[in-house]
């Protein structure tokens, strides 16, 4: 069995796409048991608004790739260009990239930790976990609490929300009398 992350993110698919790959909170468990017997040891699922990545320990991933555009009702002709599969190291230093905010859409921000640590407690709960995935987000924890500790990653991090208003601020100044209205993806 080899290590594998695919996926999606804000940068290699729209929206569109992201928003019928991604996963209901409340339905995760099941979608772990159904992964886990299509092929994959273990599993894991992170999904976002702007991300949904499946850690996932198999020798064929092409299973995996298949359930995912089975499970969503996808053609997965349609969604096969903007998936990416990352073996073994890539999906390690990947792992790190993304629990440490590098990945993110606005760099360092802070939620994507949380939200990290959310869905491995999730397949911890389901029984999804093995040894290698156990290992791996064990030590991408550990690194992604090195890169905040000692860089300024997230010293000037911000959500998208945050980045939101911030522009308001520049392009209106004074927004606090202003009706705003925010309009979102995620």
Known sequence: ????????????????????????????GVALHELTANGASEAAILSTCNRTELYCSTDDPQKALNWLSQYHKLDKDAIAPYIYTLPNDEAVKHAFRVASGLDSMVLGEPQILGQF???????????????????LFQRTFEVAKEVRTNTDIGANSISMAAAAVKLAQRIFGDINQQKVLFIGAG
Do not use: C, W
């Open 1 to 28: 069995m080899q290590l594998y992350v695919i996926g999606v993110n804000h940068t290699t698919a729209p929206i569109q796409i992201r928003e019928h790959i991604a996963f209901n909170s409340d339905l995760l």
């Open 117 to 135: 640590k959310q869905s491995v407690k999730i397949a911890q709960d389901a029984g999804t976990l093995g040894t290698l995935l156990h290992k």
